[in-house]
């Protein structure tokens, strides 16, 4: 199952930033799949764990770019990651703990921070970088 097709909407114009999403939408598809076809919980799991390790490591990425580029929205923005984190940390504590999860619950966080942090606020970020 592919839940996301990268287009040009999600493109922010940053290469690092549109880079960095791709892997994590890629991992995203990868979940996908992994829950349509009833692979293991090990496999979900794990592909989860590699999507919270390379989200935190790209919102650490993105965040000392905001610093140094002194972005007037990045408080506003550093939130959007931190209810992100939360959101698939929780998610995944459910999950590891349990037997059944409603992946789509986990779908509609990862969906909604698409439309939210990507396709709105990477690139507000992207446009003032270019513009600076």
Known sequence: MKWISWSEKQT???V???DAHKELVDL???LADGMENNKSKEFCSNTLE???DQ???????EEQLMDRHRYPEAEEHKALHAMLLEDVLAFKATYDASDTAQFMT???????WLDRDIEAADKA???FIAAG
């Open 106 to 112: 986990l779908l509609v966080i990862l969906d909604s």
């Open 50 to 52: 590699q999507f919270i």
């Open 16 to 18: 690092d930033l549109d």
């Open 12 to 14: 922010t114009g940053h």
């Open 28 to 30: 995203i598809n990868q």
């Open 125 to 127: 970020l992207a446009d």
């Open 55 to 61: 989200t935190r490591t790209h919102f650490l990425a």
